[in-house]
């Protein structure tokens, strides 16, 4: 464990954005196991790379011997948190959010400990906490504590209100009293004393404080975390392909692994600080050697590595690093049935061959029907020996078929072939049933 204190620490990797009363909240760190909490809703039947921080934050305090709640938002994820949001969010069903909670359940559990004493890990559900409360108990209360003034001054609500045309329904305009009631219920239950969350949540922190304040009677503190960006200006955690989710089944472990992969000079460094356990001095030793070092850094190669293994495990980045081999090298007789289920999920453009007649055609012209060049440019890379169907060059032949190339007896698994055409076009065909 580094030396810095864990305040020290999250500041150096430039994980703090706000904190109320600074001094007091390092004291109170510094006198014991302290129980802090995040919360998670579900909006979807994943967390996306943009909860890690706060995931891998949790894990942080924990390290230091703090107990950490994963708050899954089963009450709030019904309602809709709206801050910085530019519309209202689309209200789902009670039976699609409990699926979502259970999921998200799963992965918050992942990167927590529970079971290392007095400071294991909880999952909690804020719905067993509002479920059964009436809503004139809640106006009594809980809303009472609430000035509508402050509430609509925050600029998250005040964004949403000056908006034309779009405004803010009063369901979402209750969300921050529902988190903040999570606080003082949690402080309540659990001796709860610390919240923490993105930055764009800090209006919604201070409310909890307050609220326990109020009527707990107790002294608690907030502190948030920076939302990612990128150096470019660019959304961070989205790609062409969309979103890159923490499930292995929406994004898979090669293509999770791929996007690090891809970070920009401008921002590895940055991201190896919010997104590993390695120390500062260590990172910094890195960012040295590359500096010195001639030709590609390898920074990208170390947070493609340790973020992968965070979220997906040993077995997870040896088959992404694995895949990642095979394609540069064209040599794919190593990869498993698991691995070439993951190329056609997301590492490669993918084609199903089911249509019998696809079958009667010229080679050419189904490969430039799957994208890899017009025909002439098939038929030119054909002639130099640069078309390669799971590892073999395909010769030119006027009368060559697709049935000859494409059968189960060549196919990897009775199923996959990657194909290349040149250095720079590839594509995995699966044969259908």
Known sequence: MSKLTLLEDLKARGLVAQMTSEAELEQHLNEGSVTLYCGFDPTADSLHIGSLVPLLALQRFQRYGHKPLALVGGATGLIGDPSFKAQERKLNDDETVAGWVEKLRAQVSAFIDFDCGANSAEVVNNLDWTRGMD??????????????????????????????????????????????????????????TLQIGGSDQWGNITGGTELTRRVNGNRVFGLTLPLITKSDGTKFGKTESGTIWLSANKTSPYAFYQFWLQTADADVYRFLKYFTFLSVEEIDELEKADAERAGRPEAQAVLAREVTRLVHGEEGLAAAQRITDALFSGDATSLSQNDYEQIAQDGLPCFLLNEAEQFEQPITSLLSAFDLGTGKQIKDALQRGAVVVNGVALGLDDNFKVKETFTRDNAQFDNYFIVKVGKKKHCIVKLGD
């Open 135 to 192: 809503i004139l108990t809640f106006l009594r209360d809980v809303g009472k504590h609430f000035s509508v003034n402050q509430m609509i001054a925050r600029e998250s609500v005040k964004q949403r209100i000056n908006r034309e045309g779009e405004g803010i329904s009063f369901t979402e305009f209750t969300y921050s009293i529902l988190q903040s009631y999570d606080f003082q219920v949690l402080n309540s239950s659990h001796n709860c």
